[in-house]
């Protein structure tokens, strides 16, 4: 068989093998706890289970979910809430398409929140704060420590107690949306995600995983 022709072999079963190479399965990214009715890529959740990449999440009414992530970070989600769990290398990203979250986060390389084309994330330390969109409008409100939003046209530090208010442009440039218009307010009441927070705790040296609890909205986060 000449070269040609065996190059033409080659390249021909590379290209079969192609067409029916398994897919792998999207890699476990930590767990997911629900209280109520919760549904994870169209299934109802049970109670718990394990976390993926690519995973999407509903929250019923009446219902919460926590979310444990490597690195040690957590996300609450509050009831009629959407969202989506990514991966950007060794990187995790929660896309929030509808409702609130709030963050508790504890990792060295933090985990991004998107939302509405910006993105969100601790600014260096541990942290707690919560992201809430309402059509374009963007709360972003900081418990401890210090949230870093960034939009295409500012970044924007928001430090604890403080809550951030923006209207966010529609169209993308290069991937983030710009600011119409923002204020940094003094954060009141129970906050944007609908959760109590017990924060003694977490200011530990060494606090254990927070939690859900309570059996109705708003459900309080605590850190034992």
Same mark, same amino acid.
């Given at each position: 068989?000449?070269?040609?022709?065996?190059?033409?072999?080659?390249?021909?079963?590379?290209?079969?093998?192609?067409?029916? +190479?398994? #897919?792998?399965?999207?890699?476990? /990214?930590?767990?997911?706890?629900?209280?109520?009715? =919760?549904?994870?890529?169209?299934?109802?959740?049970?109670?718990?289970?394990?976390?993926?990449?690519?995973?999407?999440?509903?929250?019923?009414?009446?219902?919460?979910?926590?979310?444990?992530?490597?690195?040690?970070?957590?996300?609450?989600?509050?009831?009629?809430?959407?969202?989506?769990?990514?991966?950007?290398?060794?990187?995790?990203?929660? =896309?929030?398409?509808?409702?609130?979250?709030?963050? /508790?986060?504890?990792?060295?390389?933090?985990?991004? =929140?998107? +939302?509405?084309?910006?993105?969100?994330?601790?600014?260096?330390?541990?942290?707690?704060?919560?992201? #809430?969109?309402?059509?374009?409008?963007?709360?972003?409100?900081?418990?401890?420590?210090?949230?870093?939003?960034? #939009?295409?046209?500012?970044?924007?530090?928001?430090? #604890?107690?403080?809550?951030?208010?923006?209207?966010?442009?529609? +169209?993308? /440039?290069?991937?983030?949306?710009?600011?119409?218009?923002?204020?940094?307010?003094?954060?009141?009441?129970?906050?944007?995600?609908?959760?109590?927070?017990?924060?003694?705790?977490?200011?530990?040296?060494?606090?254990?995983?927070?939690?859900?609890?309570?059996?109705?909205?708003?459900?309080?986060?605590?850190?034992?």
């Amino acid at each position: 068989m000449s070269r040609k022709g065996l190059l033409a072999v080659v390249v021909s079963l590379l290209l079969v093998y192609a067409g029916v +190479a398994p #897919a792998y399965p999207p890699a476990a /990214v930590g767990t997911i706890q629900a209280k109520g009715r =919760v549904e994870v890529n169209g299934v109802v959740l049970p109670s718990e289970g394990t976390l993926y990449a690519d995973d999407r999440i509903v929250i019923g009414k009446d219902a919460a979910v926590s979310l444990l992530l490597a690195g040690r970070d957590q996300v609450f989600l509050p009831e009629l809430s959407v969202a989506a769990v990514r991966q950007a290398g060794e990187r995790l990203r929660v =896309v929030l398409e509808q409702g609130s979250l709030a963050v /508790v986060s504890r990792a060295e390389r933090p985990l991004q =929140v998107q +939302a509405l084309g910006t993105q969100i994330s601790a600014g260096g330390g541990a942290a707690i704060f919560e992201v #809430a969109v309402r059509g374009r409008a963007l709360e972003v409100l900081s418990r401890h420590g210090t949230a870093v939003v960034v #939009a295409a046209d500012r970044t924007v530090e928001v430090p #604890a107690g403080t809550k951030l208010e923006a209207t966010v442009a529609p +169209a993308p /440039v290069n991937g983030l949306s710009a600011f119409d218009k923002f204020v940094l307010v003094t954060a009141v009441g129970l906050g944007v995600a609908g959760f109590a927070v017990a924060l003694a705790a977490f200011l530990r040296d060494e606090p254990q995983e927070c939690r859900v609890v309570g059996s109705a909205t708003p459900f309080t986060i605590s850190c034992p």
